[in-house]
Structures are given as structure tokens and as C-alpha cells.
């Protein structure tokens, strides 16, 4: 019996697509699981001793030397370090977990360094309580790497990623009372952060800065988070950052800081605190659309001496101030557009010395102006900045005073 020629290559396609769906999801449980490692070498700690048989450091030396994948299991409830530990090099793959009943490593008495040195690829660390760090608790200087799990406390930084690392999965973990709970040196490829938890760190409970414009790889992914009483959430400044579905409560100084280029924030809830929600300062080509932020002192967001920069469609009630312009790059002005701006203690949107486009905003119920437009006075006696925004279609509930400086053609609507 004859079989047509066309049925046989549907049927190969078919099976080709069938071999790379299963290869991709392979791909991916390999990629994101860096500590799901089989046949590996087992060793169990078994003092909580800085140094000798049993201790944590001999299980490091031991698992370094390995000639395959290995696993360190913490079988003792405190391991108290006095010493540096030896780094992980083994990249046939190290996992490092906590028995069931948990584990503490206590690093008060380390003078420097990191508690964990990350300088291989295939490591994942999971259930562990690291506390009291005069440097990292973890320097990850390496590709494939997992955190899970675990508590990171009272530490100088508690994740230090390098700029050579990549595939960077930290998932459902807490950040408390460090200065930093997780900082990134540069993009990073491949590199999610979700589902943690981040609370009361003293300078960011995520920082991600250069002082150069770093885009070269794939965006980090800051998703699904909660960070709590922090000074600033988070802080992302020339890094490829996509910040989504986070929330931020109770921020002192800003729930978002950006700063240069590479960041797009969407979708997140900000709520209380003492300072504004996002900034972005000297921004450029930045995104901040889809957020709600209400109960803050101050401005739910500011952009300030920012170009290009795209405000859509958020919503802000219950704050000080609503939007504010401030000094932008008059060549390329930021646009904000379809957000909706309810019962602001005092203002709706500032304008201070800037030309933004705005366009279809909705300012309801200020206690104050619902548009405030100021030329800038340079304090060493130089000319005016001109404050002369662009309105197309806005609707304000209240009047607008004083009155608008807008460009030819442009029109407002309200009462």
C-alpha cells in the first residue's frame, strides 16, 4: 500500500516540532533548576564548628575536589564561621540545603568577604538562614545559578552579583535589615528576581546601578515581589531592568528610583511611605505605566531632568502631589499620557521648568491646583527655564492656575 508523499512530511514536521518542544522544556528545567543535579556526591555537615571534622568548611573542600555534581546538607541547626570559607569551584554543579528541621550560619565574627564565593557555574543554595555579614553573604561570580528559600539577614549586601554572572534564578526569599539585600553590578542575561520578600534594608532592598548606559544583555525581570519599610525599594540606574507586579509599602525615600537608561516599570502597587513613589532622575527613553500609588507624603511620581520618558495610563490617589516635571530636556520632552489623578492633598501635576506633552490626563477632585506651571529661577541669576507643557485633551477638575503657558494648538478641558 502506497503511502502519499505529502502525508510522510507532515508526519516528520510534526515529529521534528514534537522533538523541540521537549528539548525546550528540558532546556528550560535545566536553566532556571541549576540544583537539580543527579548521581551527586552527598556530603553531610554535621558540626556546627567553624573548622574540622564535620564542619561546613571541610564539606567545601571536599565538594571541591569532586569529579562529579555534589551535595552539601546541613544536618546541624547553627554553623558559627570565624574564618573565610573556601570558595565553590566545582562546576560539575554544588547544591547546598538545609535538613528539614532548618540551618543557621552565623557570620558575626568574619572580618571580610563573602560567607559563599560563587565562582562556579551549576550552583544552588536553598533553606538556609545566613545572618550577620560585615561583607555579602553570597558573591556570585558565576553562570547557572539558584537561590531559594532562604533568609538573608543583617548582612552588609545579601546577594552581590557580579558583572560576568547569568541565568540567575533567586526565588522566594527574604531580605531583612541588610544595607542592601540584592545588588547587581551590570545586566545580567537570563536573570529572574520573584516572589521575595524584602523588608527594612537600610539603603535598597535592590539596587542595580553602573555608571554607563549597560544594555547588552536581556532585561533583569523584578517581578512578584514584596518590599516593605524600605529606604528605597528599588534602584535601578543604567541596567536593563523590568520591574512588574511588584508592591511597595511604606518606602522612606522612594518606592522606584531610576536613573539613566534601561528601565521599564509596570504594573506594580505602591502604597504609604514617607517620600515619593517613582522618580526618574536624568531618565531617559524610561517607561512607568499601569501602577497604582496612593497615601504617600509627596509626589507619586517625579520626573526630573529626564528625557523621553513615557508616564502611561497610571493611577494616583490620596497623595500629596500627583505628577511633577521638572527641568527636562526641552528637545526631548517626556509625554504622560492617559493617567488618572484623584484628590491630591495639594497639587495634581507641577510643572517646573519643563515642556512635557500631556495628553488625555485626568486630574479629579485636588485640594489644590490641578495644574501648577512654573518657569524654573537658576539661582545663579541665568536666564529663565521657561515651564510650557504641551495639553491636548486633559480633563481637570478644578482651575488651572496660574495660568497655562502652552505651545500653539494645544487645548485643556475642565471647568
Not at 80 to 94: D, I, K, Q, S, Y
Not at 133 to 138: H, L, N, Q, R, S
Not at 318 to 331: E, K, P, Q
Amino acid at each position: 500500500m502506497k503511502i502519499n508523499r505529502r502525508s510522510l512530511v507532515a508526519v516528520g514536521i510534526f515529529v521534528v516540532l514534537g522533538a523541540l518542544v521537549v528539548a525546550g522544556k528540558w532546556y528550560e528545567v535545566r536553566r532556571t533548576a541549576p540544583g537539580a543535579l543527579s548521581n551527586a556526591v552527598t556530603v553531610n555537615v554535621t558540626s556546627g564548628a567553624d573548622r574540622g571534622p564535620g564542619t561546613l568548611r571541610e564539606a567545601l573542600f571536599v565538594v571541591a575536589t569532586a569529579t562529579s555534581a555534589a551535595r552539601v546538607s546541613l544536618q546541624v541547626p547553627r554553623v558559627t564561621l570565624e574564618t573565610a570559607l573556601p570558595p565553590l569551584v566545582n562546576g560539575h554543579g554544588v547544591s547546598i540545603v538545609a535538613a528539614a528541621t532548618g540551618a543557621e550560619i552565623d557570620a558575626t565574627s568574619l572580618k571580610t568577604g563573602a560567607v559563599f564565593d560563587v565562582t562556579a557555574p551549576n550552583t544552588a543554595i536553598e533553606g538556609l538562614v545566613i545572618r550577620n555579614c560585615p561583607g555579602a553573604a553570597i558573591l556570585l561570580r558565576a553562570a547557572r545559578f539558584r537561590l531559594q528559600s532562604t533568609t538573608v539577614e543583617s548582612c552588609d549586601v545579601g546577594v552581590d552579583v557580579a558583572e560576568n554572572a547569568s541565568d540567575v534564578l533567586i526565588e522566594h526569599n527574604r531580605f531583612a535589615n541588610d544595607r542592601v539585600g540584592l545588588r547587581f553590578a551590570a545586566s545580567s542575561r537570563n536573570t529572574t528576581v520573584v516572589g521575595n520578600e524584602f523588608s527594612m534594608n537600610k539603603d535598597a532592598g535592590l539596587w542595580a546601578v553602573r555608571s554607563e548606559p549597560d544594555l547588552r544583555g536581556s532585561a533583569i525581570s523584578v517581578r512578584d515581589n514584596r518590599f516593605d519599610n524600605e529606604h528605597t525599594g528599588i534602584v535601578a540606574g543604567n541596567v536593563s531592568t523590568l520591574v512588574e507586579h511588584n508592591s511597595v509599602t511604606g518606602a522612606q525615600e522612594a518606592a522606584v528610583h531610576l536613573v539613566g537608561a534601561g528601565a521599564v516599570i509596570r504594573g506594580n502597587r505602591v502604597s504609604g511611605g514617607a517620600g515619593m513613589g517613582i522618580i526618574a532622575e536624568n531618565a531617559r527613553a524610561a517607561i512607568i505605566e499601569d501602577n497604582e500609588i496612593d497615601g504617600l507624603a509627596a509626589y507619586a511620581i517625579m520626573v526630573r531632568g529626564s528625557s523621553n520618558t513615557l508616564v502611561r495610563a497610571n493611577r494616583l490617589h490620596n497623595c500629596g502631589y500627583g505628577m511633577a516635571f521638572v527641568l527636562g530636556d526641552t528637545s526631548n520632552p517626556s509625554t504622560a499620557v492617559d493617567n488618572t489623578i484623584i484628590e491630591p492633598r495639594f497639587n495634581g501635576i507641577d510643572v517646573i521648568g519643563d515642556s512635557p506633552i500631556l495628553r488625555r490626563n485626568q486630574v479629579l477632585r485636588p485640594h489644590a491646583f490641578a495644574l501648577h506651571v512654573e518657569d524654573f529661577s537658576p539661582p545663579d541669576g541665568r536666564a529663565k527655564v521657561r515651564g510650557a507643557p504641551f495639553l491636548d485633551g486633559n480633563s481637570f477638575g478644578a482651575a488651572v492656575l496660574p495660568p497655562v503657558a502652552a505651545r500653539q494648538g494645544a487645548q485643556t478641558t475642565g471647568p
